[in-house]
């Protein structure tokens, strides 16, 4: 059981991926459609592109869409509706007629008061229907009174603006007529609606018409032939097709070879999916072993997928309104060209599976890949988002129409109202900076916009905060970032990320300002009065500092990660040398009292701010250096970190560090304006 706990904690990380790598597969085959995939492709109005097609089975024939929608009518018009007659509202109106008689007559007078009696159950014999009543169906209707079923004629029934109509009808010409106005206004103050539809029965009885609709017509042998070569795809050869597709895909999901479709797209996107990380695991390490990455960007690829399939049960014209190139978008940002050009190809290769053309779709979509990577340099400009929503939506509209003028000679009308489609998509990659926030909410990744905003001095309080509290760390952070940014510039490093981690590196030192060399003033060191073990703590603390400061100001953890590692596990030189000096030897020290606790730089950004930190404040303390004591400083101050190891966990390569070396002693010369020693 040991042996197992141990196992389990030491590949919990790999475990882990191969819980996302199997959950991946199984969502991906849960949105893949449910049948075989018929292996030819066709358009309505186009040429058939493949040899003659013979029907490799019995088959039926499916009516249009146009066909069943007009049977649905047909079928509607004749179901007869329920309605209920309210004996409890009848009843209520026919004592508000007793009461409010009087009210309208100038006398009561008994003759005029039977008459209007019979009016109101004449008026109510079969119900009044409420104004916004529309009937649908047969004109015969069934009410229900007392639990009887009446089959009724609707015209039977009035309705509460009826009133006029019905006393013209029955008071016309009758000793009664001079009253007509009295009991127009008596009947409109009492009449009421007291029959409603009853909505289950009805509907009961119109799912049942409707269930009873054939959805098929004819049938077609086995050996007939269905489309020829080069034959035009419409009217009922279309149908045909259409009619074979949704057998084969039936046919074949429905019986033996179900096992086998579903192991077939199995091993197919198992595939897909493990060649990706092993891209990944290649080309991005530090990506690979990063799992909440490999989980973020596992999670857009589904995601996609599952856009394009819901897209796709609406309608499949749809398709196109699926904005895909956020995809790209959003894992340029957060990671690079390279691996957000090639997820977006794994994802094409999934989607391939369930859209209709595929060709033509995976053409559009990787021509609008490699538009998206191209014209989005920065995603923090408005305007540019703009225009490459608008690239992006041209390169569709052109790529498309090209496709239509090769299948048809002729841009037909009916294509032209894709565009409207691909409008659609540029809309959609417009929210890809919501996208993006929320993304770094939810997964706690960075991105450039943040970074910029992390970057203002004038708006980070916690910048505004570190100039006060430690004006000469401040200054040294800001000649670090300039540092630091000049050596990613120059190995191909992210140099934003690596400039706004340098501002915040040494925040820790805002606790205790006054122990560190750039912020003292006078010639008098507070460390002067402590032991070096006490100043070596201080020292030390302002990486522990730094990042409490960090996590309690929201901070991403990626900045938070450069404040860990920009000393690495090295040692406080200074006080441990003069510990050794106090005591005359190095017995009994405690060395980890004087270092570090790390880690190591991981990266090569990481990498990159260390030795732009330890350069620029060890450089201070040089006096009147040559340009030759700048170079010999700068080479024995990163070869010792290489030496120590400091360097050893991070992505950086030798010669990246002789072309840092170079880098270095360029700004040190420039930047503290360094004189040229002249022979003599």
Do not use: C
């Given at each position: 059981?040991?042996?197992?706990?141990?196992?389990?904690?030491?590949?919990?990380?790999?475990?882990?991926?191969?819980?996302?790598?199997?959950i991946?597969c199984?969502?991906?085959?849960?949105?893949?459609?449910?049948?075989?995939?018929?292996?030819?492709?066709?358009?309505?109005?186009?040429?058939?592109?493949?040899?003659?097609?013979?029907?490799?089975?019995?088959?039926?024939?499916?009516?249009?869409?146009?066909?069943?929608?007009?049977?649905?009518?047909?079928?509607?018009?004749?179901?007869?509706?329920?309605?209920v007659?309210d004996?409890?509202?009848f009843?209520?109106?026919?004592?508000?007629y007793v009461?409010?008689?009087?009210?309208?007559?100038?006398?009561?007078?008994?003759?005029?008061?039977?008459?209007?009696?019979?009016?109101?159950?004449?008026?109510?014999?079969?119900?009044?229907?409420?104004?916004?009543?529309?009937?649908?169906?047969?004109?015969?209707?069934?009410?229900?009174?007392?639990?009887?079923?009446?089959?009724?004629?609707i015209?039977?029934?009035?309705?509460?603006?009826?009133?006029?109509?019905?006393?013209?009808?029955?008071?016309?010409?009758?000793?009664?007529?001079?009253?007509?106005?009295?009991?127009y206004?008596?009947?409109f103050?009492?009449?009421?609606?007291?029959?409603?539809?009853?909505?289950?029965?009805?509907?009961?009885?119109?799912?049942?018409?409707?269930?009873?609709?054939?959805?098929?017509?004819?049938?077609?042998?086995?050996?007939e032939?269905?489309?020829?070569?080069?034959?035009?795809?419409?009217?009922?050869?279309?149908?045909?097709?259409?009619?074979?597709?949704?057998?084969?895909?039936?046919?074949?999901?429905?019986?033996?070879?179900?096992?086998?479709?579903?192991?077939?797209?199995?091993?197919?996107?198992?595939?897909?999916?493990?060649?990706?990380?092993?891209?990944?695991?290649?080309?991005?390490?530090?990506v690979?072993?990063?799992?909440?990455?490999?989980?973020?960007?596992?999670?857009?690829?589904?995601?996609?997928i599952?856009?394009?399939?819901?897209?796709?049960?609406?309608?499949?014209?749809y398709?196109?309104?699926?904005?895909?190139?956020?995809?790209?978008?959003v894992?340029?940002?957060?990671?690079?060209?390279?691996?957000?050009?090639?997820?977006?190809?794994?994802?094409l290769?999934?989607?391939?599976?369930?859209?209709?053309?595929?060709?033509?779709?995976?053409?559009?979509?990787?021509i609008?890949?490699?538009?998206?990577?191209?014209?989005?340099?920065?995603?923090?400009?408005?305007?540019?988002?703009?225009?490459?929503?608008?690239?992006?939506?041209?390169?569709?509209?052109?790529?498309?129409?090209?496709?239509?003028?090769?299948?048809?000679?002729?841009?037909?009308?009916?294509?032209?109202?894709?565009?409207?489609?691909?409008?659609?998509?540029?809309?959609?990659?417009?929210?890809?900076?919501?996208?993006?926030?929320?993304?770094?909410?939810?997964?706690?990744?960075?991105?450039?916009?943040?970074?910029?905003?992390?970057?203002?001095?004038?708006?980070?309080?916690?910048?505004?905060?570190?100039?006060?509290k430690?004006?000469?760390?401040?200054?040294?952070?800001?000649?670090?970032?300039?540092?630091?940014?000049?050596?990613?510039?120059?190995?191909?490093?992210?140099?934003?990320?690596?400039?706004?981690?340098?501002?915040?590196?040494?925040i820790?030192?805002?606790?205790?300002?006054?122990?560190?060399?750039?912020?003292?003033?006078?010639?008098?060191?507070?460390?002067?009065?402590?032991?070096?073990?006490?100043s070596?703590?201080?020292?030390?603390?302002?990486?522990?500092?730094?990042?409490?400061?960090?996590?309690?100001?929201?901070?991403?953890?990626?900045?938070?990660?450069?404040?860990?590692?920009?000393?690495?596990?090295?040692?406080?030189?200074?006080?441990?040398?003069k510990?050794?000096?106090?005591?005359?030897?190095?017995?009994?020290?405690?060395?980890?009292?004087?270092?570090?606790?790390?880690?190591?730089?991981?990266?090569?950004?990481?990498?990159?701010?260390?030795?732009?930190?330890?350069?620029?404040?060890?450089?201070?303390?040089?006096?009147?250096?040559?340009?030759?004591?700048?170079?010999?400083?700068?080479?024995r101050?990163?070869?010792?970190?290489?030496?120590?190891?400091?360097?050893?966990?991070?992505?950086?390569?030798?010669?990246?560090i002789?072309?840092?070396?170079?880098?270095?002693?360029?700004?040190?010369?420039?930047?503290?304006?360094?004189?040229?020693?002249?022979?003599?």
């Open positions: 059981m040991k042996k197992l706990l141990n196992f389990l904690y030491d590949y919990q990380s790999y475990i882990y991926k191969a819980f996302l790598y199997i991946s199984l969502l991906i085959l849960y949105l893949f459609p449910k049948g075989g995939k018929f292996k030819y492709e066709f358009q309505k109005g186009k040429a058939w592109q493949n040899e003659t097609l013979f029907a490799p089975f019995d088959f039926s024939i499916l009516k249009s869409e146009e066909e069943i929608n007009k049977e649905k009518e047909e079928v509607l018009k004749q179901t007869q509706e329920y309605l007659f004996e409890v509202t009843s209520t109106i026919s004592n508000n009461d409010n008689f009087d009210s309208f007559f100038p006398s009561f007078d008994e003759k005029l008061f039977d008459y209007g009696k019979l009016l109101i159950e004449e008026f109510y014999k079969y119900g009044v229907l409420p104004l916004s009543y529309n009937h649908i169906g047969n004109n015969n209707i069934f009410l229900i009174r007392e639990k009887n079923f009446i089959e009724v004629p015209d039977s029934l009035y309705k509460p603006n009826d009133i006029n109509s019905f006393l013209d009808k029955n008071i016309t010409n009758t000793p009664f007529d001079k009253f007509k106005l009295n009991y206004n008596l009947f103050e009492i009449i009421t609606p007291n029959v409603s539809i009853d909505e289950i029965k009805t509907e009961e009885v119109r799912q049942e018409a409707l269930n009873s609709i054939s959805y098929k017509k004819g049938l077609i042998p086995k050996g032939r269905i489309v020829a070569e080069n034959e035009v795809v419409e009217g009922i050869i279309y149908q045909k097709l259409l009619s074979l597709q949704n057998e084969y895909k039936s046919e074949l999901w429905n019986n033996k070879n179900l096992f086998w479709i579903v192991l077939g797209y199995g091993i197919l996107v198992g595939i897909t999916l493990f060649m990706f990380l092993v891209f990944i695991q290649k080309y991005r390490p530090d690979f072993e990063d799992n909440k990455q490999i989980a973020f960007i596992l999670f857009n690829i589904i995601a996609m599952a856009l394009t399939t819901v897209i796709l049960k609406i309608n499949a014209t398709v196109y309104t699926v904005p895909l190139a956020i995809l790209i978008i894992l340029k940002v957060f990671f690079d060209a390279r691996l957000a050009f090639f997820t977006h190809i794994i994802t290769l999934l989607i391939g599976f369930i859209v209709p053309n595929s060709f033509e779709y995976i053409f559009l979509q990787v609008v890949g490699i538009v998206g990577i191209t014209t989005l340099p920065n995603l923090y400009s408005r305007t540019s988002v703009f225009l490459s929503a608008g690239q992006i939506t041209l390169t569709y509209i052109l790529s498309y129409l090209s496709f239509v003028m090769i299948h048809d000679g002729i841009i037909r009308k009916e294509s032209l109202s894709t565009i409207v489609l691909f409008a659609v998509n540029g809309l959609g990659i417009l929210f890809v900076q919501l996208l993006i926030y929320f993304y770094e909410k939810v997964f706690r990744l960075v991105s450039d916009i943040s970074l910029l905003e992390l970057s203002d001095h004038t708006n980070s309080k916690l910048l505004k905060e570190l100039a006060n430690a004006p000469g760390t401040f200054n040294h952070s800001l000649q670090v970032a300039n540092l630091a940014e000049a050596v990613a510039n120059e190995i191909g490093a992210d140099a934003l990320l690596v400039r706004v981690a340098a501002y915040y590196h040494d820790g030192k805002m606790n205790n300002a006054q122990y560190f060399s750039e912020n003292i003033l006078s010639k008098v060191s507070p460390h002067d009065i402590i032991s070096p073990e006490e070596a703590k201080i020292i030390i603390n302002h990486v522990i500092n730094g990042i409490k400061i960090a996590k309690r100001n929201n901070l991403p953890e990626q900045i938070i990660d450069f404040i860990r590692t920009h000393h690495g596990t090295s040692k406080v030189s200074y006080f441990y040398q510990e050794i000096r106090n005591r005359g030897n190095e017995e009994n020290i405690a060395v980890e009292k004087f270092t570090y606790p790390g880690p190591k730089p991981f990266s090569k950004e990481t990498a990159i701010l260390m030795m732009a930190d330890s350069i620029e404040a060890a450089v201070k303390s040089l006096k009147d250096p040559t340009n030759e004591d700048i170079q010999k400083f700068i080479h101050i990163i070869d010792t970190q290489l030496k120590d190891g400091q360097l050893s966990n991070a992505n950086i390569t030798l010669a990246e002789e072309i840092a070396k170079k880098v270095l002693i360029k700004k040190i010369t420039t930047l503290y304006n360094i004189r040229v020693a002249y022979p003599e």
